[in-house]
């Protein structure tokens, strides 16, 4: 088993004065669980904020998405080279909340996959279904789809040292996780689909579990073979909760 990760996405929280206090008491709780990688995932400005307060520690920082291009003409976008130049080490792509409302293709997010990789961050592709998709029994065709268009684009190998979060939409912000048995089915789905194509990029790949990961269920979750840790959105705003997570990560995560 390898290390648990857990990665905050912030989403569009924060300002100023908040994220000092939360990266704050992030630093002085989770000190202690050193067997794990903690990742926080700030909104764009406060990037700057984050290698200041977290520079010095063993907390990592990165963003919640980039562009697919490099430099130009593309008002509004930010590219990977603008995320390193402040020390961001992980990138989320692709999160359903993106995808869907900025009509994000999936060879849009294979391009961004491929830019994060070849720039040196770690990207976190995040793949998931609906309720009627699940509903439908189509859920392993849909995450499928979304993790096939990477490997036609760039081969499987592109996977190794990788993050995939698979994030049910149902799950998000819900108050209803995904059980561990749902969750381990979906993560053992694609960990196979990848190592048929490339079996040391699939042992290699981290699987996180993302969908209202709070305190209770996280010990349930991070226990499942292919779980190599959370996504968590609401409950990483708040430091006791987001503490109780990465304390359940720690009791698992081998030292
Ligand atoms: P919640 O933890 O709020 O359900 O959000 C999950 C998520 O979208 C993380 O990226």
């Known amino acids: ?8 996405n912030w989403k569009m929280h924060g300002n100023l004065v908040v994220n000092q206090q939360l990266i704050t008491s992030y630093v002085q709780k989770l000190l202690p669980f050193k067997n794990i990688q903690v990742v926080v995932c700030v909104p764009y400005p406060y990037l700057a904020q984050a ?22 003409a593309y008002t509004g976008e930010v590219s990977v080279r603008m995320l390193k130049d402040f020390g961001a080490t992980y990138v989320i792509i692709g999160h359903s909340e993106r995808a869907t409302a900025y009509c994000e293709s999936d060879e849009n997010i294979a391009t961004k996959f491929m830019q994060a990789i070849t720039h040196g961050l770690t990207p976190i592709l995040c793949v ?3 309720l009627i998709e699940r509903e439908a029994g ?22 190794a040292d990788t993050v995939i979060s698979y994030e049910p939409i149902w799950a998000i912000g819900t108050g209803l ?6 969750a381990q089915s979906m993560h053992e789905f694609i ?7 490339d079996k040391s990029a699939a042992q290699r790949l981290k699987i996180l579990y993302g969908g209202s990961v709070n305190p209770q269920n996280a010990v349930q979750l991070f226990v499942m073979q292919d779980i190599d840790g959370g996504l968590v959105g609401r ?14 990560a720690s009791e698992i995560s081998p030292s």
């Not at 996780?177 to 749902?182: G, H, I, K, L, N």
């Not at 960990?191 to 194509?197: E, G, P």
Request: proline share 1%; hydrophobic share 40%.
């Open 51 to 72: 290698q200041l307060l977290l520079g010095q520690t063993d907390i990592a920082w990165g963003a919640q998405n980039l562009s697919k291009d490099i430099e130009g």
């Open 191 to 197: 960990r196979n689909r990848i190592s048929i194509h």
């Open 177 to 182: 996780a995904a059980t561990p048995d749902q």
């Open 128 to 130: 998931g279904e609906t």
């Open 138 to 159: 189509v859920m392993e065709r849909v995450v499928a789809k979304q993790i096939d268009t990477i490997i036609q684009m760039y081969g499987a190998g592109i996977f």
């Open 1 to 8: 088993m390898s290390k648990k990760l857990v990665v905050a």
């Open 235 to 248: 409950c990483s705003l708040n430091t006791d909760e987001f503490e109780g997570i990465c304390r359940a």
